[in-house]
């Protein structure tokens, strides 16, 4: 069974504290989504890396895709109360199945 | 609208009735996801419909639980004599093709009593 570690499961920080998060698998994926849900909302995407090393920036927010393109990291700087949600991410199958893997999300809350 | 709409938002049910969720995807996308979220927490694979193709069902938790998507759009999912475990928000999500970037609902929250 593929699996997609993401950690930590909880982070509460301060208001314009840095924070990464980490998204971990054994496995090799074609390519991997973050989304971030706030509550009484679906997820929506942030971005998708798809080559292994890439690094993508969407102002404060910093992804990369590791180079076997095995894991992901969400590195967020000078965190904000806007930045609260449940982040998650999704990697995709490689191959024609391209079927999404689920880590079960990293509950972020930033204090004012 | 052009997103993906769920129905209803909010359901109460009693315990052993049958309930529908609905689903309408946005407009083209050929992929259409269930999943099932618990408070706060990550995301339970249900069904997957792709086109014409035979759903991928295999995330249902029991037979209580079905799905239709009728002519390539709409699709209801359909639980069955609820118990009070299948309390959740479902949610449902559609994309352009399998593996691309989910567009999704802002879901439907059962609670069963």
């Known amino acids: 069974t593929q699996l997609l570690e993401q950690s930590p499961q909880f982070l509460s920080i301060q208001e314009g504290e840095n924070l990464t998060v980490y998204c971990n698998s054994s496995?090799?994926?074609?390519?991997l989504q973050w989304y971030r849900q706030e509550p009484g909302e679906g997820p929506v995407l942030l971005v998708t890396v798809v080559t292994g090393g890439e690094v993508k920036k969407l102002k404060r927010l910093t992804f990369q895709f590791g180079d076997a393109r095995k894991d992901s990291s969400l590195h967020i700087t000078a965190a904000q109360p806007g930045d609260t949600g449940l982040y998650l991410c999704a990697g995709a199958q490689a191959g024609n199945n391209r079927k999404l893997i689920w880590g079960l999300g990293t509950s972020l809350a930033v204090n004012p | 609208g052009a997103g993906v709409s769920q129905s209803p938002s909010n359901k109460v049910t009693e315990k052993g009735k049958d309930v529908e969720l609905r689903c309408d995807p946005i407009?083209?996308?050929?992929?259409l996801y269930w999943y099932r979220q618990s408070l706060g927490q990550g995301l339970e694979f249900l069904i997957y419909?792709?086109?014409?193709?035979?759903?991928?069902k295999s995330g249902l938790p029991s037979d209580r639980f079905s799905a239709e998507r009728t002519g390539g759009s709409v699709s209801t999912l359909t639980i069955q004599r609820t118990q009070q475990e299948d309390s959740a928000v479902y949610l449902c999500?559609?994309?352009?093709?399998?593996?691309?970037?989910?567009?999704f609902g802002e879901g439907s929250r059962l609670t069963v009593l």
């Open positions: 999500a559609s994309s352009r093709d399998r593996g691309r970037e989910l567009f």
């Open positions: 419909f792709q086109g014409n193709s035979a759903p991928d």
């Open positions: 496995s090799v994926f074609s390519s």
């Open positions: 407009s083209g996308h050929t992929a």
